[in-house]
């Protein structure tokens, strides 16, 4: 099996809660930092799949929680060139598994592939820095 590759805001308290189940699972994995990353429309694009674009976001991200981007109003252009332009603005962690590409800690492909089972009341993806 190819290497998993995730790609983590370095510091987020999120990303370290899911590299931790991740480990305590057995899952092997290299961590690249997303804002370091030479991002196009074209590699940035697979890792949404088809999930809609307003799930495409980071909704912990300022310009997000603040209202100053209406997620729902994106096109796919404009959210990725957003994104590029301000990769605080993507949903993480990305992970990327040979050939299969994921955003978010959630059930997808990524997931499904390592074989891990992810509990509807277990919340990996939200930001513990949003939670009262």
Not at 60 to 82: F, N, W, Y
Request: proline share 10%; net charge negative.
């Amino acid at each position: 099996m190819a290497p998993l590759i995730f790609y983590e805001k370095p510091g987020c308290m999120g990303n370290a809660r899911q590299k931790a189940v991740l480990r305590s699972e057995g899952v092997e994995f290299e961590v690249r930092d997303l804002f370091c990353e030479s991002w196009s429309a074209g590699r940035l694009r697979p890792f949404f799949g088809a999930a809609p674009v307003p799930d495409w976001f980071n909704l912990s991200a300022p310009a997000v929680k603040s209202g100053g981007i209406d997620i729902h109003a994106c096109s796919e252009h404009q959210a990725l060139t957003m994104m590029r332009e301000h990769p605080l603005l993507i949903r993480r962690p990305l992970m990327e598994l040979g050939e299969v590409r994921q955003a978010g800690f959630i059930p997808g492909p990524v997931t499904q592939a390592l074989g891990l089972v992810m509990e509807p009341e277990q919340d990996l993806q939200s930001c513990p820095m949003d939670k009262p």
